[in-house]
């Protein structure tokens, strides 16, 4: 089990389903349960996909 | 919220639109079915409908948990609660499913039915154990998502020996249902292709991974995009259907790519492989009978299944016969396009499951697209 914060909300949840948890990770969580990491090198990928395009800001709104 | 907020950054989703608008080919009508109710509910939320040209439309699949469940395993799940000995544990979106002729979980809980909402399937784990006089069942649902949690559950209960635990496993596969939307006779005899494309789901993508799409894409020359929930993400995943529609490519790309591998979760997927097995068939509400598309507890498990347990019978029952879910459910019908909706069917008193959860078609449409309907209408 591991505790979670969701914009500010306190959760335990079950890691049961994935391996090589740290603290600090961000995961995606189903039904109580973390279902995978989410990778952080990946998803600033996918943001600078969207700047390549031109279509993005330097700055994500956050 | 971190990668949250990012993907829900308004100004993107807009320098986004302006690129799909230069993209398409005004010649051309682009129709894609998101599979996944998260996708609808995103879709509807945020308007993003709006922000589309006219000729790229957005079908709504049946990847809504609730929504495909039919009025019969509702049904069934009622006598169970009915039992005295029996506590019911329950997805909150569960309760006011209806099953046949206005029944629902919720009006036999009133009855005095002992159902109860969980968030997780410990913590029926816990009821069981904290009331070993109780014939707990945990009443589960939902795709490849729900599916590996409900395995934990079984296992946990396996290893403390919980006598009082079961399970009553409605689980479903995302990829039969894909396979039967794009064989349904409905689609085929609008005499040419009705989708143009797919956006893949984004949580059943974690677990399952993007290998099993693979097949839609070769065997059917469908492209597939496997899209994060958020409404950059969808809007992002259009513009690479769009793409891939004007290349005349049909190719599983994957805009979820921060949690989406093409093997998914090997944990959680042997977790499943070990505790579950396919039934022949498994009736979908919508789609019928679609085979191999439902999953059953192995014998090795028997003493957790409460079909076994309380040998429950199946049940088949039909759905209100004005409901428009069923065609809802294959991308036939918009909600609007039922007399029911809003009328005498709202997420108040649902007539059918596509009105119940949030991530339901007609739910989604009652709560953020009704308006664009009437603001449509005035001004015709």
Not at chain 2, 248 to 270: C, D, F, M
Not at chain 2, 347 to 354: D, L, W
Request: contains cysteine; charged residues 25%.
């Amino acid at each position: 089990m591991a505790r979670v914060m969701l914009d500010g909300v306190g959760k335990v949840v079950s890691v049961a389903l994935i391996e090589d948890l740290k603290v600090g990770d961000f995961v995606v969580i189903h039904v109580g349960y973390a279902l995978t990491k989410i990778d952080p090198e990946e998803a600033e990928r996918t943001l600078a996909i969207l700047r390549e395009l031109g279509v993005a800001q330097p700055e994500a709104a956050s | 919220m971190k990668y949250v907020d990012e993907f829900r950054d308004g100004k993107l989703a807009r320098t986004l639109a302006t690129e799909i608008a230069s993209a398409v080919d005004p010649a051309q009508s682009y129709r894609f079915m998101e599979f996944c109710g998260g996708h609808t509910h995103a879709i509807s939320r945020y308007g993003l409908e709006d922000m589309l040209p006219t000729n790229v439309q957005m079908i709504h699949g049946p990847g809504c948990p609730v929504c495909v469940l039919p009025a019969g395993r509702i049904d069934m799940a009622i006598q169970l609660a009915e039992r005295p000995e029996v506590t019911l544990c329950v997805y909150g979106d569960l309760m006011r499913v209806p099953g046949s002729q206005g029944a629902s979980l919720m009006r036999a809980k009133a009855r005095g039915a002992d159902v109860r909402m969980v968030y997780s399937t410990l913590d029926a784990i816990a009821i069981a154990e904290q009331e070993p006089d109780r014939e707990v069942v945990f009443f589960a649902i939902g795709f490849e998502t729900t599916t590996p949690p409900t395995a934990v559950a079984i296992r946990l209960a396996a290893r403390k020996k919980l006598g009082n635990f079961t399970v009553f496993c409605n689980h479903v596969l995302t990829p039969s249902a894909i396979q039967t939307i794009l064989e349904s006779p409905e689609i085929r005899d609008i005499g040419r292709v009705e989708i143009d494309g797919f956006i893949g789901p984004a949580h059943v993508s974690t677990v399952i991974g993007t290998q099993p799409y693979e097949f839609f894409a070769e065997e059917f020359g469908q492209p597939v995009v496997i899209a994060g929930f958020e409404p950059v993400d969808v809007m992002q995943a259009i513009l690479m259907l769009v793409r891939q529609v004007n290349d005349g490519r049909h190719e599983i790309e994957n805009q979820y790519i921060r949690a989406v591998t093409r093997g998914g979760n090997v944990r959680a997927k042997a977790e499943v492989a070990d505790i579950f097995e396919l039934r022949d068939q498994f009736e979908w509400r919508g789609l019928g009978p679609v085979p191999y598309s439902g999953l059953r507890l192995k014998a090795a498990y028997a003493d957790y299944d409460a079909e076994r347990r309380f040998a429950m019978t199946d049940i088949t029952a039909p759905d209100n016969p004005a409901c428009e879910c069923g065609s809802i459910l294959r991308g036939a019908k918009k909600p609007a396009d039922c007399k029911l909706f809003g009328t005498v069917c709202t997420p108040e008193t649902p007539m059918g499951s596509c009105m119940v959860s949030s991530e339901g078609a007609c739910a989604a449409h009652w709560t953020y697209g009704r308006f664009r309907d009437l603001q449509r209408k005035q001004a015709s």
